[in-house]
């Protein structure tokens, strides 16, 4: 495998365009970015996936670069597909505009639109594969696990205090995480597609859990906001869907049918308890703040461990320090990996 520098700086580019927040990805669709280089190395167009519906990567960075797409070296972060989905195969508008040369990061696995490497080469087109794979594949960690265990992944972020806690004794919790945890966090909402809390946040907090940009507007693409519970609720909650369950797998169920793929979970802590004991928790996101409360809601409910032999120990993936903004102290933002969990019969735990 040969790429030149030109290549490998595109296709980091690439990845960027593909992992843009606030993009709806449903069902069966991916995040792909695609950049269009000149013989010289230079950037001639770039695009991305936007969604269902819409122009593939590569589809919407040739459709910039009009008839200067001839001739250039196309980076793509995925196989070019070779079927007619939504949209038409992205091997034939890349051979009609006059492609030179392909270099992708990871092959489709998808049997419907795989083909395109053999398709290009058959037309001409040089073809090289595997370049930043891993980082490709990591972009694709939430679409794969979702066709793998047809259920949307699951990300559970909270806030807390170092004593773990997510609000105070009387309920007030604005805020406990800083200004730039706040902002990450609308960040990462935004790479989901579905906001879920329980009845008891709703009832406590109405929150509004709309996702916005650093200057405070909602972004453009809005997750579903779901609530999920067996309680009523005041009719008026303002959320998109009640989900009237206490089984976080039946959730799920019903999330994957309606073409979801990633739930971003934000409590209370039954919830996030009834989640984690059920193994369905795919990613931790916890802001730490320099506070200590000594009593109030604890992040996390009871999750029947009742000896430290049983305590579940996540895996560190990543450690943040997100910089105080305007004299306020520094939060951590630790990303942590879920161990499989055993489900054992309550009864069990406690001899
Ligand atoms: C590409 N470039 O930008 C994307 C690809 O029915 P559709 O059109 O939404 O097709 C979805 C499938 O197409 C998806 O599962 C994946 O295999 C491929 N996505 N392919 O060449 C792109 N998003
Ligand atoms: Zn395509």
Redesign the pocket.
């Given at each position: 495998m040969t790429f030149t520098a030109a290549e490998q700086a595109a296709m980091a580019r690439a990845l960027e365009l593909a992992a843009t927040p606030g993009v709806p990805m449903v069902a069966?669709?991916?995040r792909?970015g695609c950049v269009l280089l000149a013989d010289d190395g230079t950037t001639v167009a770039e695009g991305y996936?936007r969604g269902?519906g819409t122009p593939?990567?590569?589809a919407d960075a040739l459709a910039r670069a009009g008839e200067a797409a001839r001739g250039t070296t196309a980076v793509?972060t995925?196989e070019?597909?070779h079927?007619t989905?939504?949209?038409g195969p992205?091997t034939e508008a890349l051979v009609a505009a006059g492609v030179r040369r392909v270099v992708f990061a990871e092959s489709?696995a998808?049997p419907?639109?795989a083909g395109?490497r053999a398709r290009l080469e058959a037309a001409g087109i040089e073809v090289e594969a595997g370049l930043m794979a891993a980082e490709a594949d990591a972009l694709a960690g939430v679409y794969r696990l979702a066709q793998r265990e047809q259920r949307p992944f699951v990300t559970w972020k909270f806030a807390a205090t170092l004593d773990g806690r997510s609000a105070a004794a009387d309920g007030t919790s604005r805020w406990v995480s800083g200004t730039a945890a706040r902002r990450d966090t609308h960040r990462l909402r935004a790479r989901c597609d579905v906001m879920l809390v329980g009845t008891g946040t709703v009832e406590v907090d109405h929150p509004r859990l709309t996702v916005r940009d650093d200057e405070d507007r909602p972004v453009e693409h809005q997750p579903l906001r779901v609530v999920m519970g067996e309680r009523d609720l005041d009719p008026n909650h303002g959320l998109d869907l009640h989900l009237r369950t206490r089984d976080p797998r039946a959730a799920l169920a019903d999330l994957f049918g309606r073409d979801r793929q990633h739930v971003f979970l934000e409590g209370g802590p039954t919830l996030a308890a009834a989640f984690l004991t059920a193994g369905l928790v795919d990613e931790i996101v916890v802001y730490v703040a320099p506070m200590l409360l000594g009593a109030g809601r604890s992040a996390v409910g009871d999750l029947g461990i009742t000896t430290i032999g049983e305590a579940l120990r996540p895996r560190v993936t990543d450690i943040t320090v997100l910089p105080g903004v305007d004299g306020e102290e520094p939060n951590v933002r630790l990303t942590l990996t879920p161990t499989p969990v055993t489900p054992r019969p309550r009864n069990e735990r406690h001899t």
């Open positions: 069966d669709t991916r792909v996936h269902p593939h990567a590569e793509v995925l070019p597909c079927h989905g939504r949209t992205c489709d998808n419907v639109a395109g």
